[in-house]
Nanobody, 121 residues
Framework: QVQVVESGGGLVQPGGSLRLSCAASGSIRRIYDMGWYRQAPGKERDLVAT???????RYADSVKGRFTISRDNAKNTAYLQMNSLKPEDTAVYYCNMNIAPPLQLNINQYWGKGTLVTVSS
């Protein structure tokens, strides 16, 4: 059993900052790619940022230069530092992790339940 739980969402004014966290727990041998996605009301879920196990990162064009993804492998945790937030960043943010269970060769994908970020004055 593996659980992935996001935290850190909330209400912030335009231009403000938030830091999201995503922690995995349970039967984990290794975590490969970690990622953040977001879904605004009435829209599809879109990629925000990903980070590989070696630390390579990728960002959506809309957040480049404002958001930073990072990870702490010892804590099985991913972070998303969001600066210079805009109203169009308002969405539910979801964490995605690719996790290998103990004693198995397969890699399973897990999603958190999401955390709401609202950017408004």
């Amino acid at each position: 059993q593996v659980q992935v739980v996001e935290s850190g969402g909330g209400l912030v004014q335009p231009g403000g900052s938030l830091r999201l966290s995503c922690a995995a727990s349970g039967s984990i041998r290794r975590i490969y790619d970690m990622g953040w996605y977001r879904q605004a009301p009435g829209k599809e879920r879109d990629l925000v940022a990903t980070i590989t196990s070696s630390g390579s990162t990728r960002y959506a064009d809309s957040v480049k230069g404002r958001f930073t993804i990072s990870r702490d492998n010892a804590k099985n945790t991913a972070y998303l530092q969001m600066n210079s937030l805009k109203p169009e960043d308002t969405a539910v943010y979801y964490c995605n992790m690719n996790i290998a269970p103990p004693l198995q060769l397969n890699i399973n994908q897990y999603w958190g339940k999401g955390t709401l970020v609202t950017v408004s004055s």
